[in-house]
């Protein structure tokens, strides 16, 4: 399910559960509405630029431009300036006037993910650009007009952050306008199966191969899982699975290697997490389960360990070291025979 830089639309959605179509059908009537703000809520991993870039190439101003910011991954002292630009000389190191990106979107959209990130600093002048439609770059004296549509991106409640005042109240009301709320995978695990076979499909085309297909203990494996991470989890378990399975045809439950997440009380109390299962491993240790892992995946990659991490969804740093102790351990097993 990746995300298509230009002319995306829901025709091309993945899933034919109920509470996905239902959310596809409330997207579509959002497109005719095309000045007003859209607030998409969802856990990570469920696709929310895919819905907003949807309802973008749906509109009536899909030759405009889509722009999209993480509110997050921005310090919060340049985020001000991305957003509506700065003039030359506005601060230190401002030495040419620089178009914010809500100049930038022209008439098209403006996405704004993780938008409960937003500093607070920054809020009421989103909050006044969205009511007057009207800008000042840093370091100006006078005002622009803007002409783009808002959506903004969510993977916790804002009724939350505002609680806990983190987030603006009538902010919160001027983005609320357009509520699309996006099913998690496990509300619509009809779609696993099939968003599983998409994707094994899409590997075989990048590789021109048959599409290989999922033994019934694969199935059921993918379909006892809770996936926290959504789709984008699942995409990473089925392209792990496509190099662990090397030549075969079939993917095995064993090639399916699901990470758990447990939390702190769960760890206190011995419960298993609802909706997940303990999968027999022979009796083998969470070490040697890991180093298994990455023994298997660095085979599979020819020793890459970038895209060994990356398939195995750890960091490159984590699977250094763990290569290192397999070392050392392997020394020390050589030292002592």
Same mark, same amino acid.
């Given at each position: 399910?990746?995300?298509q830089?230009?002319? %995306?639309?829901?025709?091309?959605? #993945?899933?034919?559960? #109920?509470? +996905?179509?239902?959310?596809?059908d409330?997207?579509?009537?959002v497109? $005719? /509405?095309?000045?007003?703000?859209?607030?998409?809520?969802?856990?990570?991993?469920?696709?929310?630029?895919?819905?907003?870039?949807?309802?973008?190439?749906?509109?009536?101003?899909?030759?405009?431009?889509?722009?999209?910011?993480?509110?997050?991954?921005?310090?919060?002292?340049? +985020?001000?300036?991305?957003? %509506?630009?700065?003039?030359?000389?506005?601060?230190?190191?401002?030495?040419?006037?620089?178009?914010?990106?809500?100049?930038?979107?022209?008439?098209?959209?403006?996405?704004?993910?993780?938008?409960?990130?937003?500093?607070?600093?920054?809020?009421?002048?989103?909050?006044?650009?969205?009511?007057?439609?009207?800008?000042?770059?840093?370091? /100006?004296?006078?005002?622009?007009?803007?002409?783009?549509?808002?959506?903004?991106?969510?993977?916790?409640?804002?009724?939350?952050?505002?609680?806990?005042?983190? &987030?603006?109240?009538?902010? %919160?009301y001027?983005?609320?306008?357009?509520?699309?709320?996006?099913?998690?995978?496990?509300?619509?695990?009809?779609?696993?199966?099939?968003?599983?076979?998409y &994707?094994?499909?899409?590997?075989?085309?990048?590789?021109?191969?048959?599409?290989?297909?999922?033994?019934?203990?694969? $199935?059921?494996?993918?379909?006892?899982?809770?996936?926290?991470?959504?789709?984008?989890?699942?995409?990473?378990?089925?392209?792990?699975?496509?190099?662990?399975?090397? /030549?075969?045809?079939?993917?095995?439950?064993?090639?399916?290697?699901? $990470?758990?997440?447990t939390?702190?009380?769960?760890?206190?109390?011995?419960?298993?997490?609802?909706g997940?299962?303990?999968?027999?491993?022979s009796?083998?240790?969470?070490?040697?389960?890991?180093?298994?892992?990455?023994?298997?995946?660095?085979? /599979?990659?020819?020793?890459?360990?970038?895209?060994?991490?990356?398939?195995?969804?750890?960091?490159?740093?984590?699977?250094?070291?763990?290569?290192?102790?397999?070392?050392?351990?392997?020394?020390?097993?050589?030292?002592?025979?």
């Amino acid at each position: 399910m990746s995300l298509q830089p230009q002319g %995306f639309t829901f025709d091309r959605v #993945v899933g034919r559960s #109920v509470e +996905l179509r239902q959310a596809i059908d409330f997207a579509r009537r959002v497109t $005719q /509405a095309h000045t007003s703000t859209v607030l998409l809520l969802g856990e990570t991993g469920t696709g929310k630029e895919m819905f907003a870039r949807g309802i973008h190439y749906e509109g009536r101003n899909a030759a405009a431009p889509f722009v999209a910011i993480n509110c997050a991954a921005i310090p919060d002292a340049l +985020l001000e300036s991305e957003l %509506f630009g700065h003039e030359a000389g506005a601060f230190t190191g401002a030495r040419v006037r620089k178009t914010g990106l809500m100049e930038l979107a022209g008439c098209g959209t403006l996405f704004l993910d993780e938008v409960h990130q937003l500093p607070l600093n920054v809020q009421p002048k989103l909050l006044r650009a969205l009511e007057e439609r009207r800008i000042r770059r840093l370091g /100006a004296t006078q005002e622009v007009s803007i002409d783009c549509r808002i959506m903004a991106a969510s993977n916790v409640a804002l009724e939350r952050a505002v609680e806990d005042g983190e &987030f603006r109240l009538d902010l %919160f009301y001027r983005l609320n306008v357009l509520r699309l709320e996006i099913p998690s995978l496990r509300q619509r695990r009809g779609d696993v199966e099939v968003l599983a076979r998409y &994707f094994l499909s899409e590997m075989a085309r990048e590789h021109e191969q048959t599409p290989k297909t999922l033994s019934s203990d694969a $199935q059921a494996l993918l379909q006892a899982h809770a996936w926290p991470g959504n789709v984008r989890e699942l995409k990473n378990v089925i392209e792990r699975a496509h190099v662990l399975s090397g /030549a075969s045809k079939v993917i095995e439950a064993a090639h399916l290697l699901i $990470q758990r997440r447990t939390s702190r009380s769960t760890l206190m109390s011995g419960a298993p997490l609802a909706g997940e299962i303990e999968i027999p491993l022979s009796g083998k240790s969470l070490r040697e389960i890991e180093r298994e892992a990455v023994h298997l995946t660095l085979s /599979a990659t020819g020793g890459n360990q970038s895209r060994a991490a990356k398939l195995l969804g750890i960091s490159r740093p984590t699977l250094a070291r763990i290569v290192r102790e397999m070392s050392s351990d392997s020394i020390r097993l050589v030292e002592a025979s």
